[in-house]
């Protein structure tokens, strides 16, 4: 199992908005990450700072071109653009792929 893991930042006073889109996330979307073999997905926050983790069960390539393909994650980012940024690769355009330092299991 893929381990992958990005970033992204939230806008000023946007925290609480950020939490509760959320806490409500659309079913298609969980559907889509499903497809997408993606497991133990969480995101975590200090001050406006975002650290989200996941477990690919097909591989980081399987999941983000499954991602990639739907509309309903093109539909999520766009509803999602006015509470947070993504930390974007200006080489590729995508989220930047983080090199693991250290794993204890």
């Not at 997408?36 to 983000?64: H, M, P, Q, R, S």
């Amino acid at each position: 199992m893929e381990r992958y893991a990005w970033k992204g930042i939230v806008h000023d006073g946007c925290l609480e908005e950020y939490k509760r889109r959320h806490d409500e996330i659309w079913p298609e979307m969980l559907e889509v990450l499903k497809a997408a073999g993606i497991k133990n997905y969480t995101i975590w926050n200090v001050g406006n700072e975002l650290f989200g983790y996941y477990e690919c069960e097909k591989g980081a390539d399987f999941a983000a071109k499954v991602q990639a393909e739907s509309p309903v994650v093109d539909k999520w980012n766009e509803y999602m653009k006015d509470v947070m940024t993504m930390a974007m690769d200006p080489v590729t355009g995508a989220q930047p792929k983080m090199k693991q330092m250290f794993l204890m299991e």
